[in-house]
């Protein structure tokens, strides 16, 4: 056990990690992380974990949490910056700390009372609908005379929007601007530097706006309760009483944003790794029953959260090597759910791994919320689509978004197959 050196030139390779020529394919990156560097500490307080065992032992262990504002161990740089985010978060009434960044025992309670609304069989009850939404977006899908489909903008996009929507009661009228408020936040996790002060006014309009139509939804849900989710939380209590107004709104957005965009990418790499190993598309075409797999191969091979970060609460052991009280570490999911001592060939995309075990929702106290839901829309999703795919092939190339945190397609163009016939249906 010790301590491992600063290295700065690692500083300038985890920057390097968010250069717009990476998103396309981080992947050669991750791996040299995870074999010349896989427990790097590229400045005081702060380390970058990229094996799959390290990762999962700090996500599962309550020496490492979310970081409190006034903790006494931040460096002031760090002190102010971490301040800096909590006031912007808080500034509109807004709980400042989602259940996302939150510690126990908040982190406790939050998690209990919404678990009392968004339970599993509110989730299973949700399948038919799904099932129909998915139908219905891809009977619209544009048969035009060039018979191209961009699959994120056609399905992978508005379905989840309509779902999380749905449970949640938000007219169909609002959610554009939704879709827009959560676009902006969703780049709000990426590292500070690569966020323009232009793209941090937005955020700071989006939340605020976002928090104002929330607010304006809640005394309408309180004097006649529907069966939604947000009436359902309201309806929340224990003990220590219900959800706050600032929590409830912090909740509901925190669904909103993570319940779409994370399930957008899902489905867009779900198509896009079929369409580029056509053994495998072959194999899921031949056997249905492999959907579930397919999907938890996506979440693998292509997790839609590439990164996400810890504080240490107190010290730790990691790897052998002493994490101080008061540093940061970074997990590179993406380079976790690579990595050789998880499964054979972890670079290669394979619906029939009899198990895909992966970091994609996390792992311990906050692992993903909407995991059930998340992927329950991906099966559909992808039965629908499965007799359709083999007549497709990707047009052009694909477009990602420029968010490194939340890595996902922008836009991915479908067209005929040579020789499949007129149009994408
Ligand atoms: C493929 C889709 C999804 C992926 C890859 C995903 C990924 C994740 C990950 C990695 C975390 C943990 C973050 C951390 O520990 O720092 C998380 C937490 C969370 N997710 Fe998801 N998510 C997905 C879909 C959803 C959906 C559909 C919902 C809601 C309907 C949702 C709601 C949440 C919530 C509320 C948390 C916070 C849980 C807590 O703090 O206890 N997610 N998700």
């Keep these: 056990m010790g301590e491992l050196p600063v290295r700065p030139d690692d500083l300038r390779a985890l920057a390097g990690l968010f250069s717009p020529g990476i998103v396309a394919d981080p992947y050669p990156v991750y791996a040299r992380w995870r074999t010349e560097r896989p427990v790097a500490r590229p400045r005081e307080r702060l ?23 006034n903790d006494v161990r931040l460096a002031p740089g760090q ?18 700390r989602s259940m996302l960044q939150s510690n126990p ?28 939404l998915t139908a219905s977006l891809l009977s619209g899908a544009p048969d035009g005379p060039d018979g191209r489909f961009d699959l994120i903008a056609g399905l992978a996009l508005p379905l989840p929007v309509a779902v999380i929507s749905e449970l949640l009661g938000i007219p169909v009228a609002d959610r554009p601007r939704l879709v827009a408020w959560s676009d902006a936040l969703a780049r709000s996790l990426d590292p500070g530097f690569l966020i323009s002060e232009e793209d941090r006014a937005r955020q700071r309009e989006a939340r605020l706006e976002f928090a104002a139509y929330l607010r304006g939804l809640l005394p309408s849900r309180r004097r006649s309760p529907g069966d939604d989710l947000i009436s359902a939380l309201i309806g929340v209590h224990d003990s220590g009483g219900a959800l706050t107004e600032g929590e409830l709104i912090g909740l509901c957005m925190l669904l909103l944003i993570a319940g779409h965009e994370t399930t957008r990418s899902l489905i867009g790499s779900a198509v896009l790794a079929l369409l580029r190993h056509p053994a495998e598309l072959a194999a899921l075409s031949a056997d249905p029953a492999l959907v579930g797999p ?15 970060s810890r504080f240490a609460l107190r ?29 054979a060939d972890p670079g290669h995309f394979s619906v029939r791994r009899a198990v895909a075990r992966h970091l994609a ?3 311990g106290i906050h692992f993903c919320l909407g995991a059930p839901l998340a992927r329950l829309e991906g099966a ?8 359709l795919l ?36």
Excluded at 49 to 68: H, I, K, Q, T
Excluded at 324 to 343: I, K, Q, T
Excluded at 380 to 387: C, D, E, K, V
């Design 315 to 343: 010290s730790a052991e990691v790897a052998g090597s002493t994490i101080a009280a008061g540093s940061f570490v970074v997990m590179l999911l993406g380079a976790a759910n690579r990595d050789p001592a998880l499964c």
């Design 79 to 96: 002190a102010r910056a971490v301040a800096r985010r909590v006031v912007a978060r808080g500034a509109d009434g807004v709980s400042a």
């Design 390 to 425: 083999p007549r497709l092939r990707v047009c052009g190339e694909p477009e990602w978004k420029p968010n490194t945190v939340l890595r996902g397609l922008e836009h991915l163009w479908l067209e005929q197959a040579p020789g499949a016939g007129a149009g994408v249906r």
């Design 47 to 69: 380390y970058v974990l990229s094996r799959f065992a390290d990762c999962e032992a700090v996500l599962a262990d309550p020496a490492f949490g979310r970081v409190e504002e």
């Design 105 to 132: 025992p908040d982190h406790t309670r939050l998690r209990r009372l919404v678990s009392r609304a968004f339970t599993p069989a509110r989730v299973r009850e949700l399948a038919p609908r799904v099932e129909a």
């Design 380 to 387: 559909i999703a992808l039965r629908q689509l499965l007799p």
């Design 361 to 363: 929702f996390g792992q």
């Design 294 to 308: 397919a999907v938890e191969e996506v979440l693998r091979y292509d997790p839609p959260v590439q990164l996400i």
